[in-house]
């Protein structure tokens, strides 16, 4: 759509990746952002474009156009399993609870799972998410339906799916739509056999593509890695050439100076959950050393049945707020650090470059937040405000790919929620 | 108002203190609640106050009627301090940026700063505040103007306040208003003299009134404390008679074995307050050890210069997943025992023993939230979906003493949105 925002407050960001806010207009054609200024100075996007005839002008009254933000490790589907099986130790929960139900599902009831979750990241301004989960056509179809921007990374393991599987999912999700793609990955070390692994390795170097997995997300599972390779998860992979093409890890709580250095060398991004890795009582991410160290660091919700909602706002309060608490360093980790994170550090991580941040030519996936709310008065610092005040209740518009999908609590998405509501129901109900 | 609901699930609370939900109506009449049930059993309430004239009846469509949040530990009027001066180290943040703010602070803006917090209160479903500032009569003015409940304790120390002027404050404010109450405090043993600590306990036992305080929020103020007296906090307290009529502490993040026995033994009661404790690097309070002993526990937002927002929600996630992660026990602290502390454990450690439940013959101190949206789906627990998925998003009326201050996103408490936003915005920048 051609849409234009004026009386507009835009986030924009600068070299030092700290940021900006200009006031004026962002101007949208299509898909893509082509204007952003005070208004004045738009002869050179009209002589490239022509004049633009507008489907909508929007007044934004002095609230904040930002780039959605990037959920960069996810289970979209997962929200059957929300509020289902809380409060028990991470193995009940997993071996007793969540898989057993995981067993039971079938891709329309994936689909439908999705589009739940969708709808969720639209109330919290995320505009694309990283998502590992079964039935990555199905995850993709729920996307593109939507109009949803997904990239998907497989889940393969010891107990489901193959190699050939997964060159198959890389073609046909690649070839669906300019809204999904995907990357090779795998599910954990913990869970993928070395000769699994070395088949990920071989196909990451084929297709030239970055590998992410769960790594380093418990105390134990690098214990139990250290004894079968004397490696950690990071150095294994890496031994075993993963990431000749770049990638990352989703978690990476505990990591010793080696897995360091490797993410440095290799230019891999560490994808933190901390909401997930304190209700599994998992640990704390040493996210100030990751900053340190120069590693590119995304933040994610992970699914629903561990955090349990899908709120990128907790989550970066958290990345802020556990990073202080775990150094005793209330300086570290800054709110500019942090939004930097949840928006262009999840596009690097995601390989988004076309979706990182708010600039001509840049595609237009993107929201507005009402700051005229209490908990964002008074505008003493706005990136502040947004990082550790802000809350989904400030989001007034979630757009992707230049459609506007969520606006005043309504859904554009073609699918009515009270219909998603009833069949989430249905299918958790329906299970053994 | 007399103001009839139906079509709603209500949370009522059971003897065990765990929550039940029943699907049917709640009727307010005046301040109060006076039934609540499936409709069908209502012949003794009609007979006690003949027929009900309802000036609204409203369909809550499934939607939850709940209690309001109890806001156990605040500084309301910080408002002004939000994002100001974040991302530094304790001593600095509060030496070099709150405190000479503060010193500019009069009652006309304090009374301002607080309608701010008021506001922001209501749209995270909180209906009272447990608060410490200065002008204790200015901010009970200010929530007495709103409609609003606050308990106030003062913030006397030795650097302002005298116990004189807190008995006068204390006739001033119980003598305002049903809706505001004062209590017995001070700021802190690490800023308060034995002196003043004394002559508080001696008030404390004129009014048989409760006492609380900050107590062993950072470690440094322990240790100081122990060099001082070779007592900590808690115990030099105690031992100046301070609790003969209960009270309890705010934070209670660095407790010894001898601490909680004294919580415990007086009925004390422990008020957490998860996010500021991160943001500030202060450390992670010992909520399981509180439950497991039986000593009440509550939850408190802190003032938004730490913590930045005031958003029970947030809260309640990080004191049940902070108390799994440091404890390395996924099953502690459940969402029930949450839901309690945020509730009817935050109504008695602020004596608000009328305003902790829903029931026939309790203060209408209550909420609605509307299940209806994707964080909230499905309905496999609902409590746990309002603890661990729950957001200021989902908060569709907040109601104080019978009367709806928040619907919809409006507020109803006699002040315009845009006028507080400004006038906080103008104290702030008027200072030095």
Redesign the interface.
Known sequence: MNIRFYNAKVLTLKEDETFEIIFGELWVKGNSICYIGNGEDTDQVLKEYGPICWEREIDAEGNLLMPGFKNAHTHTAM??????A?????QE?LFQQVFPKEDQLVPEYVYDLNI??I??YL?SGITSNFDMYFFPPTDAKASVDCGFRTVLVPGLNNFGGTVEQMEENYHIVNEMSDLVSFMIGFHAEYTTSRELMEGVAGLAQKFRSPVFMHNSETALEVKECRDRYQMSPTQITDSLGMYEYGGGGYHCVYFDDQDFEIFKKKGLSAVTNP?S????????APVKRFVEEGINVAIGTDG?AS?????MF?EM?LT???A??R??????V??DKILYMATAGGAKAMGLSDCDCLAAGKKADLIMLDL????M??????V??IV??????NVKMTMVNGKILYEDQKFYIGFE??E??RR??E??RSMK
């Open positions: 929200t059957f399993l929300r509020s289902y809380d409060d028990l130790p991470l929960w739940l979750g709808m969720e109330t909401a890795n304190l209700k599994l009582a998992s640990g704390i629903a955090n349990n909602c899908l709120d907790r309060f802020s707020a556990l202080k608490v150094e005793m360093d209330a300086e570290c800054s709110a005229k709310q209490p908990n008065q008074p505008e003493n610092n706005i502040k405000n550790y005040s802000g809350s989904k209740q929620p009270e998603v509501y989430a129901n299918i958790i």
